[in-house]
């Protein structure tokens, strides 16, 4: 059962959103939502939306990263929602996608 991590903002129809959705790596964004570890964030609750080059390590081993681009969405909380991606092209389209009302523009 896929639940919002905004209460009081569920989808009318999450299993037909979800089945309409792109999968971007883990992830799946429709129109409407992002779904991610059987939650969902609505995408009219998305205040702000940046992507940053990082590296992700593995069991917190030492030794050197493997290069990844981290989604950080600010949804009106005070802790954001961080997502990870492995491909710039990827993060390129999940970017597009979240943005909302800057989709049509471009």
Excluded: H
């Amino acid at each position: 059962m896929w639940k919002s991590i905004v209460p009081e903002t569920e989808l009318d129809n999450v299993k037909a959103d979800r089945k309409n959705s792109v999968r971007i790596e883990q992830y799946r964004v429709s129109e409407d939502a992002i779904f991610f570890n059987g939650q969902y964030l609505p995408l009219s609750c998305i205040k702000d939306v940046a992507v940053v080059e990082s590296s992700f390590t593995p069991g917190m081993s030492c030794g050197k990263g493997i290069p990844v681009f981290k989604i950080r969405i600010d949804y009106g909380t005070e802790k954001p929602l961080v997502l990870m991606v492995e491909k710039k092209k990827n993060a390129d389209e999940m970017m597009k996608r979240l943005r909302g009302s800057d989709r049509d523009e471009e």
